[in-house]
C-alpha cells in the first residue's frame, strides 16, 4: 500500500540550528513528494516539491529537501531556524497512478523554536 | 489576485443538522479539491472537482456527505445529519490544471 509518514510529532530546536524534519514513503510507483506549512489557524503554503529532475529540491524560507529514492525519504532540513519557523509542517505526497490533487499527507510535525 | 476563499470560516452546528461550506477557487482554477483535518491529523483527500463534474470521490463517506462544482459560483461540501465525529476543519484546495494545489484558510466545524 502506498503510504507516507512522518517521524516525530514535536521537534524543539533553538534558534540559530539546524532543522531536520523526516518523512519517509512507501510506494511502487514513482512519487511526486511536497512539504507544505501550516501556521495557527491557517492554510496550508507550499515550501517545496519534487516532481522529476534534480532530487535535491530548494524552497522557501531557506528549506530544501533532498529526494532519495534507495531511502525512500524526503527530509526537510533548514541551516540555521529562526523563530519564524515555529509552525507545522506536513509532508505529502501523491503518485503517478492516482488522480493530481489526490495527495497522502503525514500526520505532520509540529516545531518549535526556542530562543 | 485573492486566493481560495472559503467560508464559513467557523461553524457550530448540533447533532442531526445540515452543514454545507463553500470554497471559490483563485480565478483561472478550474481544479478544486477538499480535505479533511481531525484533531492531531494530517489532511485526509475527500474529493476532487472540476466545472460541473466529480473526477474522484474516493475520500468521500458513502454516506451525508456531497459536493458539487457548479458552472456557477463556488463550490460547496455538503454534510447531512451531522454527528459529532464530523467536527475537523475541512480545507478546500485549487490549481490551475495539473499545477500547484493553492489552499485556502479552512472552515472550522463544530458539531455539540
Known amino acids: 500500500a502506498q503510504s507516507v509518514t512522518q517521524l516525530g510529532s514535536h521537534v524543539s530546536v533553538s534558534e540559530g540550528a539546524l532543522v531536520l524534519l523526516r518523512c519517509n514513503y512507501s510506494?511502487?510507483?514513482?512519487?511526486?513528494l511536497f512539504w507544505y506549512v501550516q501556521y495557527p489557524n491557517q492554510g496550508l503554503q507550499l515550501l517545496l516539491k519534487?516532481?522529476?529532475?534534480?532530487?535535491l529540491v530548494k524552497g522557501i524560507n531557506g528549506f530544501e529537501a533532498e529526494f532519495k529514492k534507495s531511502e525512500t525519504s524526503f527530509h526537510l532540513t533548514k541551516p540555521s531556524a529562526h523563530m519564524s519557523d515555529a509552525a507545522e509542517y506536513f509532508c505529502?505526497?501523491?503518485?503517478?497512478?492516482?488522480?493530481?490533487?489526490?495527495?497522502?499527507f503525514g500526520a505532520g510535525t509540529q516545531v518549535v523554536v526556542t530562543p | 489576485n485573492a486566493g481560495v476563499m472559503q467560508n464559513p470560516r467557523h461553524l457550530v452546528r448540533r447533532r442531526g443538522q445540515e452543514a454545507r461550506l463553500r470554497c471559490s477557487p483563485m480565478?483561472?482554477?478550474?481544479?478544486v479539491y477538499w480535505y479533511r483535518q481531525l484533531p492531531e491529523e494530517g489532511l485526509k483527500f475527500m474529493v476532487y472537482?472540476?466545472?460541473?463534474?466529480?473526477?474522484?470521490e474516493s475520500g468521500m463517506p458513502k454516506e451525508r456527505f456531497s459536493a458539487e462544482f457548479p458552472k456557477e459560483g463556488p463550490s460547496i461540501l455538503r454534510i447531512q445529519q451531522v454527528v459529532r465525529g464530523d467536527s475537523a476543519a475541512y480545507f478546500c484546495?485549487?490549481?490551475?490544471?495539473?499545477?500547484?494545489?493553492?489552499f485556502g484558510e479552512g472552515s472550522r466545524l463544530t458539531v455539540l
Open positions: 484546495a485549487s490549481s490551475p490544471d495539473e499545477g500547484e494545489l493553492f
Open positions: 510506494s511502487s510507483v514513482p512519487p511526486y
Open positions: 519534487y516532481t522529476t529532475g534534480a532530487t
Open positions: 505529502a505526497v501523491t503518485f503517478t497512478t492516482d488522480s493530481w490533487g489526490k495527495f497522502q
Open positions: 480565478k483561472g482554477h478550474s481544479h
Open positions: 472537482l472540476q466545472k460541473e463534474n466529480i473526477i474522484d
